[in-house]
């Protein structure tokens, strides 16, 4: 099997760092854009889409700045992948960016990459943020 690959994706975001990190650290803020349903124990998070269930460990949480995810699976491998939101502010320009990092099979690269940008899409539109 071969070694999955690291991208990261940014997207410019209306809307403060504070409000933005809400939906990317709680169960509550990523239930309404990344899952159907999400719960957490701790650091254990549970991911639920129509009838699947997907396990992640909350790896970093800093306030207002990045959120890094653990899937939870059977893979022997699976301590080397991650996922990453990282809210990025210019110091200048005040403008907020979501950094977006992940991992994803060299032939499914670029479906990782749209399902990135369908899923912030939809974050941007709980936001109000479009």
């Not at 990190?21 to 990523?30: E, N």
């Amino acid at each position: 099997m071969s070694a999955k690959i690291p991208f990261s994706i940014e997207f410019d975001f209306h809307a403060s760092p504070q409000l933005l990190f809400q939906y990317l650290s709680t169960p509550s803020g990523l239930s309404e854009w990344f899952a159907d349903n999400v719960n957490s124990r701790g650091e254990d998070f549970t991911f639920i889409w129509d009838d699947s269930e997907e396990y992640a460990k909350l790896l970093t949480k800093k306030a207002n700045e990045k959120v890094r995810f653990r899937w939870m699976n059977d893979e022997e491998d699976q301590d080397d992948y991650h996922f990453e939101f990282k809210i990025q502010v210019d110091e200048i320009t005040k403008d907020v960016s979501l950094i977006i990092s992940d991992f994803a099979d060299e032939d499914e690269l670029d479906e990782a990459k749209m399902l990135w940008e369908n899923l912030v899409g939809s974050l941007k539109q709980v936001l109000g943020a479009v």
